[in-house]
């Protein structure tokens, strides 16, 4: 298909430039976060702001209890990371005794989070 062929090249061009190397990985990795969740939310949320108020949000809370910081540090938080501070999750290791041991800063980023959602739920605003 030729207009795929040139989305390619095109795509290729804005992320890697000319030549794809071993160093690319930041590049790699926003292509994989453009294609795989930012544009498809980008744009379902522009569908919806028609209809609703839409209120979007970037999690960047890291520390040593974050998914992301086992897998790769250094790269900022990645998809689900912001779920550990919204929901019990003991299937995932994440037990009373993991929660008993967040740092400081991530019981008030918990807090934080809960209220967000919780008067989302209630008011229909995150306040």
Same mark, same amino acid.
């Given at each position: 298909?030729?207009?795929?062929?040139?989305? &390619? *090249? /095109?795509?290729?061009?804005?992320?890697?430039?000319?030549a794809i190397t071993e160093k690319d990985v930041d590049a790699f990795m926003k292509l994989?976060?453009?294609? /795989?969740?930012? +544009?498809?939310?980008?744009?379902?949320? %522009?569908? &919806?702001?028609?209809?609703?108020?839409?209120?979007?949000?970037?999690?960047?809370?890291?520390?040593?209890?974050?998914?992301?910081?086992?897998?790769?540090?250094?790269?900022?938080?990645?998809h689900g990371d912001e779920l550990q501070y919204l929901w019990r999750m003991p299937d995932?290791?994440?037990?009373?005794?993991? +929660?008993?041991?967040?740092? %400081?800063?991530? *019981?008030?980023?918990?807090?934080?989070?809960? %209220?967000?959602?919780?008067?989302?739920? /209630?008011?229909?605003?995150?306040?």
């Amino acid at each position: 298909d030729p207009c795929m062929v040139t989305y &390619l *090249r /095109k795509a290729k061009q804005f992320y890697f430039g000319d030549a794809i190397t071993e160093k690319d990985v930041d590049a790699f990795m926003k292509l994989l976060s453009d294609s /795989k969740f930012n +544009y498809g939310t980008y744009v379902l949320s %522009e569908l &919806l702001t028609t209809h609703v108020p839409v209120y979007r949000y970037i999690h960047s809370f890291q520390d040593n209890t974050s998914f992301s910081f086992a897998g790769l540090p250094g790269y900022g938080t990645t998809h689900g990371d912001e779920l550990q501070y919204l929901w019990r999750m003991p299937d995932y290791g994440l037990d009373q005794a993991w +929660y008993n041991g967040l740092s %400081e800063a991530a *019981r008030r980023h918990m807090v934080r989070m809960l %209220e967000l959602f919780t008067n989302f739920a /209630k008011f229909g605003q995150p306040t």
